[in-house]
Each structure stands twice: as structure tokens, then as C-alpha cells.
Nanobody, 116 residues
Framework: QVQLVESGGGFVQPGGSLRLSCAAS????????MSWYRQAPGKERESVAS????????SYSVAVEGRFTISRDNAKNTVYLQMNSLKPEDTAVYFC?????????WGQGTQVTVSS
């Protein structure tokens, strides 16, 4: 049974930082491309960052480029999202996704709130 468990969310003031983690189990983690998505209230879920399974190449949405960094540790079956210079518009539930061929798996999400 595949499980993705996000952690690290919370409340932070504008300009602050958080690091999200997503621990995976029940799959061959190194085969999977990993992504972070977010969904704000009343808005559609949007892609934030992704990291490939092989080369570790990364991509980011325009909204977070230069502020967020995605990384993975295949030995720990974990993907991270370091979020710096947080803004109120980054407030959302953040989800991780594992993708391999035709299979996608999602975590349950972790809330990030940026407010003064």
C-alpha cells in the first residue's frame, strides 16, 4: 500500500521560512518523479515544484521560482520543499505527488499559513 505523508506545515509570518517533508512508503521511491502542489481556498490545485527520478532535474512555477527549493533523499524515501521569503499568497494546503508511468499517488496535504 502506497503512502505519502506530508509534514512541516504551520503558521509563519511573511518573509519567514518553512521546510515541508513528504515521506513515501510502499513504492520504489527512486523510480518516481516527485512533485509539490498547493491548493488555496476557492482555487484550483496548482503545481509548485517537481524533481525527476533519474537526473534530479527540477522545475518550478513562476510564483515560487527563486524562493522555493525542491530536493529528494532516495535513501530516506523523502522529498522536501524548502520555502523561503514566504508571502501571504503562499497560504494553501500543500500536497506531494509521486508519479511513475501511468500511476500517480497523492499525500493528504499539510496546511501552510503565511500571515502577520
Amino acid at each position: 500500500q502506497v503512502q505519502l505523508v506530508e509534514s512541516g506545515g504551520g503558521f509563519v509570518q511573511p518573509g519567514g521560512s518553512l521546510r515541508l517533508s513528504c515521506a513515501a512508503s510502499g513504492l520504489r521511491f527512486s523510480n518516481y518523479a516527485m512533485s509539490w502542489y498547493r491548493q488555496a481556498p476557492g482555487k484550483e490545485r496548482e503545481s509548485v515544484a517537481s524533481i525527476s527520478s533519474t537526473t534530479g532535474s527540477t522545475s518550478y512555477s513562476v510564483a515560487v521560482e527563486g524562493r522555493f527549493t525542491i530536493s529528494r533523499d532516495n535513501a530516506k524515501n523523502t522529498v522536501y520543499l524548502q520555502m523561503n521569503s514566504l508571502k501571504p499568497e503562499d497560504t494553501a494546503v500543500y500536497f506531494c505527488k509521486a508519479s511513475y508511468r501511468w500511476s500517480d499517488y497523492w499525500g493528504q496535504g499539510t496546511q501552510v499559513t503565511v500571515s502577520s
